[in-house]
C-alpha cells in the first residue's frame, strides 16, 4: 500500500573526497547510512576511527542553545563545502564556545549570589517582624551584663497553660505579638538563672530565633533599611538578566552559523564511524528510496572517479531494508496506531488505510450521535489547526463518522425523539437489539476475511508458502472459515442446510488435513532432508490441539464483533438516563444536567470505544497477518526537524 520500496546502494570514491561528497550528497538527502565494515566482507576493508571531538563541541553548544534559542542555519548546496569545511576555524570555535561558556557562568555566578542576599535579608525580616513594635535598639537589649534576653516563639496554649508557674519564676516575659497557634515573646531574667529558665522555656516548646548582628537600631527603622536592600538586589537582578538578554540577542546570529557548522561537522564524522576505506578509497553503503535512485545515479554519474553500483532488497543478504511508510489526507494521522504496534516490514502490506476505514466505521457505529460526533470533530479541527496537533486529525473523521451514523440511528445529542432515524433507532425499534447485533457479526466476519486474504498476500510477498498456504489465517483457514460462512449464508437464503459430502471434504476434511499435515508439505515444498517430524506422536498431538484452537480462535473471533453493537446500544442507553435526569430537573437544573451528562459521554465512552476500537484492530486483524517487524527508515539529517 504504502510502504516505500528501498534500493540497496553501494558508494566508493577517493579517499579526499569523502567529507565534500557526504555534505553535498548524503547529509538531508533521503539516503540511510548502514555499517560498510559489516555489509561488505572485503580484504583490507578497515573502518574509520571515531574522532569525538566535533560531538563535544556539538555537545556543548547544544547546552548554550537553550538559552540563546538559535536555529540552524540552511546554506545553499552550491556553497556547503566552502561554508562548512573551508570557512571554519575550529581553536577560534572553541575560544568562543569558552567565551559565551564563561559569560553564562558570570550570570549564573552573579544571580546565585544576589539570590543569596535576598534570601538572608528576606529571613532577617522574619526575625525582626514580630518585634517591629518595639522602640529599642536591638542590640542594646543582648548586651546587658545582670540581665538576658531572649527573643523567639512558643505554642499559645502551652503558653497559657503554665501562665501562672512563670509568674512565680524569676522571668519577665512580654509577648510581642501572635499567629492562630503560636505566640511571639520576649523573655528577660537574671544572668544567674538564665539556664534554668531557658531549659523551662525549651521544656515548654519555645524556639529561640537569634537576631543577626546586621541588623542595627530600632527594629522598625531596621526592617526599613532592609527592604530598601532587597529592593536594590532585585534592580540589579533585573539590571543582570537585561544585559544577557542584550548579549545574547548580539551573539546569536554568530552563534547560529557556528553551531549549523558544527552540527554539519558532526554529522560527517557519524557518516564517517559508519563508513570504512580500503587504500585510498573510501566504502559507504545504505538504503534510499527506489524512485529517487534514478536521479542519484544520474547526478553520481556527473562525479570523476566515483563508482555507484545498487541492488534490489531480495538480493542483499548483509541487511534488511529499513521502513518509511507515507500516507496522505485522512489516513496520515492514523499511521501513529500502525507505528504503535510496530512497523510494516518492506514485505508486508502498509495496514494503516485499512486500519483508517475499519476504525472510522467501528466508532461511528459504536458511537453514533449527531451532536456528540460533531463536537469531537470541532474539538479535534481546533486542536489539529490552531494547537498543531497532527494527530488529532482523526478525532475529524471519527467526529464526522459518529455524526453520519447519528443521523441514521436519530439520535442529537442522546435525544431520538428530535430527528427521525434514516436506518434505526437503537431505542425504539422492537428488533433494533437483534439487527445492531447481527450488523456487527457480519461486518465481524467481513474483517476477519480481509485480514486472512491480507496474510495470504503478506505471506506470497515475502514467500512464506508455508504460512501462505497451511496456516489457520492462510489458504486453509480461507477454505474453512470462508466455507461455513458461505454454508451459513446459504443456508439462511434457502431455508435448507446445505451439508453435502462435497461440501463437507472441500470446507472441513481438506483444510484440516492441511493445517494437521503443515511442516510435512511445507518441508516438501521446500525440498529439505526431513519431510515427516521426527517426534511424530507428539506432532500430531499438538496438530489436534491446533485444529481446536483454530475452530476456537474463529468463532471466539467472530462474537467478539458482538462489542461493536453492545456499545452502540450502551451508548444508547447511557444517553437515555442522561435525558431522564434532565427530565427530572426543571428550568436552567434541567438544561445543566443535559450539558454535563453529554460531555461526560463524550469524554469517557468516547475513550472507552476509541480504546475497544483499537483492541479489535490489533488483536482480531493484526494479529491474523501483521508481524510489524520492519524498523524506521533514518536518513542522514542534522536535525531531527
Known amino acids: 500500500m504504502a510502504v516505500v520500496q528501498m534500493k540497496y546502494i553501494s558508494i566508493m570514491g577517493p579517499l579526499q573526497m569523502f567529507d565534500g561528497f557526504v555534505l553535498e550528497h548524503i547529509i538531508n538527502k533521503d539516503i540511510q547510512i548502514e555499517p560498510s565494515y559489516k555489509a561488505i566482507h572485503m580484504h583490507g576493508l578497515i573502518p574509520f576511527e571515531e574522532d569525538p571531538t566535533y560531538d563535544q563541541l556539538k555537545k556543548r553548544m547544544q547546552i548554550l542553545n537553550e538559552r540563546i534559542g538559535a536555529r540552524v542555519e540552511t546554506f545553499a548546496q552550491d556553497s556547503l563545502t566552502k561554508e562548512i569545511l573551508e570557512d571554519f576555524d575550529l581553536e577560534e570555535t572553541r575560544a568562543y564556545i569558552e567565551s559565551l561558556e564563561k559569560r553564562f557562568d558570570q550570570y549564573r555566578s552573579a544571580m546565585a549570589s544576589l539570590k543569596t542576599e535576598i534570601q538572608e535579608r528576606e529571613q532577617i525580616m522574619k526575625q525582626i517582624q514580630p518585634i517591629a513594635g518595639l522602640n529599642v535598639d536591638i542590640h542594646e537589649m543582648f548586651r546587658f551584663s545582670f540581665m538576658k534576653f531572649r527573643f523567639g516563639s512558643m505554642p499559645k496554649e502551652n503558653l497559657e497553660k503554665k501562665k501562672d508557674y512563670l509568674d512565680e519564676l524569676d522571668v519577665i516575659y512580654v509577648p510581642v505579638s501572635g499567629e492562630e497557634d503560636i505566640v511571639w515573646l520576649s523573655y528577660f531574667m537574671p544572668t544567674q538563672v538564665g539556664p534554668v529558665i531557658d531549659i523551662v522555656f525549651s521544656a515548654l516548646g519555645f524556639e529561640r530565633i537569634r537576631i543577626s ?220 437489539i437483534m439487527s445492531i447485533l447481527l450488523i456487527s457479526a457480519v461486518y465481524g466476519v467481513f474483517i476477519i476475511l480481509i485480514a486472512i486474504i491480507t496474510n495470504i498476500i503478506n505471506s506470497y510477498r515475502a514467500r512464506n508458502w508455508g504460512r501462505m498456504i497451511f496456516d489457520k489465517n492462510g489458504i486453509a483457514g480461507l477454505m474453512f472459515y470462508g466455507g461455513v460462512i458461505v454454508c451459513v449464508i446459504l443456508s439462511l437464503l434457502t431455508g435448507q442446510v446445505v451439508i453435502t459430502a462435497a461440501v463437507v471434504v472441500i470446507v472441513v476434511v481438506i483444510p484440516m488435513l492441511m493445517l494437521v499435515f503443515r511442516e510435512p508439505l511445507e518441508n516438501l515444498i521446500r525440498r529439505r532432508d526431513h519431510i515427516m517430524p521426527r517426534e511424530k506422536g507428539m506432532y500430531f498431538v499438538e496438530s489436534f490441539f491446533e485444529i481446536f484452537e483454530t475452530v476456537l480462535n474463529f468463532f471466539s473471533g467472530t462474537l467478539s464483533f458482538l462489542r461493536v453493537g453492545a456499545f452502540a446500544l450502551n451508548h444508547a442507553g447511557l444517553s437515555l438516563a442522561v435525558w431522564t435526569l434532565a427530565k427530572m430537573m426543571s428550568g436552567v437544573g434541567s438544561i445543566i444536567v443535559a450539558i454535563i451528562g453529554n460531555l461526560l459521554t463524550i469524554a469517557l465512552e468516547g475513550l472507552i470505544v476509541g480504546i475497544q476500537c483499537l483492541r479489535l484492530e490489533y488483536y482480531e486483524m493484526f494479529g491474523r497477518f501483521y508481524s510489524g517487524e520492519g524498523y524506521e527508515f533514518k536518513p542522514v539529517r542534522v536535525t531531527d526537524d
Not at 214 to 228: D, N, T, Y
Not at 259 to 278: M, T
Not at 302 to 319: A, G, M
Open 213 to 432: 548582628d546586621q541588623v542595627q537600631g530600632v527594629p522598625r527603622v531596621a526592617l526599613e533599611k532592609l527592604s530598601a536592600e532587597v529592593r536594590s538586589l532585585r534592580e540589579q537582578m533585573e539590571h543582570e538578566e537585561k544585559a544577557l538578554r542584550d548579549f545574547i540577542e548580539k551573539e546569536r546570529a554568530r552563534f547560529s552559523v557556528l553551531y549549523s557548522k558544527v552540527l554539519y561537522r558532526a554529522k560527517i564524522n557519524e557518516v564517517r564511524s559508519l563508513a570504512a576505506y580500503i587504500g585510498e578509497t573510501f566504502v559507504l553503503v545504505g538504503w534510499m528510496p527506489y524512485r529517487e535512485y534514478a536521479a542519484f545515479e544520474k547526478k553520481m554519474e556527473s562525479i570523476d572517479n566515483l563508482i555507484l553500483s545498487s541492488e534490489d532488497p531480495e538480493y542483499v543478504k548483509t541487511s534488511t531494508p529499513p521502513t518509511l511508510i507515507k500516507n496522505r489526507g485522512v489516513f496520515k494521522p492514523f499511521e501513529s496506531f500502525v507505528t504503535l504496534y510496530g512497523l510494516p516490514s518492506t514485505k508486508e502490506l502498509d495496514p494503516t488505510k485499512l486500519l483508517a476505514l475499519t476504525y472510522i466505521l467501528m466508532f461511528g457505529f459504536m458511537f453514533g450521535d449527531v451532536g456528540q460526533g460533531l463536537v469531537i470533530a470541532l474539538g479535534g479541527a481546533y486542536l489539529y489547526f490552531f494547537r498543531k496537533m497532527a494527530a488529532t486529525a482523526m478525532l475529524i473523521y471519527l467526529g464526522i463518522s459518529s455524526a453520519i451514523f447519528g443521523f441514521l440511528y436519530g439520535s442529537v445529542f442522546g435525544n431520538e425523539e428530535i430527528i427521525k432515524p434514516f436506518f434505526i433507532s437503537p431505542l425504539h425499534d422492537k428488533d433494533s
